[in-house]
């Protein structure tokens, strides 16, 4: 298995984090602080359809990729980016959406809720043993699963 890079909705784990600012921009910093401790590699989609002029649509904050979808819902382009993936299986879409999660799990792609995302120790760094990032346990997942089982979901 690959590592596992995930997909953020930004706005949804902003509330479910119920992190507080003055400004908005700080609530999106200070989430993608907290991606960044998290899984390094992730992305985080941020609704903008109304949001005042940015000067970019993505950015990185630490490390962390952030999306500003200007034209679609966060939530379409998070399902877009697993349905173009070539392994949607290494994806990990963050959110506690239930349509979100589903649609995404049946394009292939592996799902969290936003606290078990958040509550997970940081993977290890490439090189570090194992070859880093998330193993099967991590998503609560055997290391091997019979999709011939009719009660593997």
């Not at 700080?26 to 989609?45: K, Q």
Request: hydrophobic content about 35%.
């Amino acid at each position: 298995m690959g590592c596992v890079r995930a997909l953020i909705d930004g706005h949804n784990a902003i509330h479910a984090l119920r992190l507080k600012a003055s400004k908005h921009e700080e609530l999106r910093r200070e989430l993608a602080r907290r991606v960044l401790a998290v899984d390094p590699d992730a992305t985080i989609y941020f609704d903008a359809k109304h949001a005042g002029p940015l000067p970019f649509d993505s950015a990185r904050e630490g490390g962390v990729r952030v999306v500003y979808c200007r034209h679609r819902d966060a939530d379409d382009e998070i399902l877009d980016a697993v349905r173009d993936a070539e392994r949607p299986r290494e994806l990990l879409v963050v959110t506690n959406d239930r349509e979100v999660k589903g649609r995404a799990a049946q394009l292939g792609a592996r799902v969290s809720g936003v606290a078990d995302f958040f509550e997970r120790p940081a993977p290890k760094k490439r090189g570090e043993g194992g070859g880093g990032g998330y193993s099967p346990a991590d998503f609560g997942l055997p290391d091997e699963i019979d999709t011939d089982d009719p009660g593997w979901r």
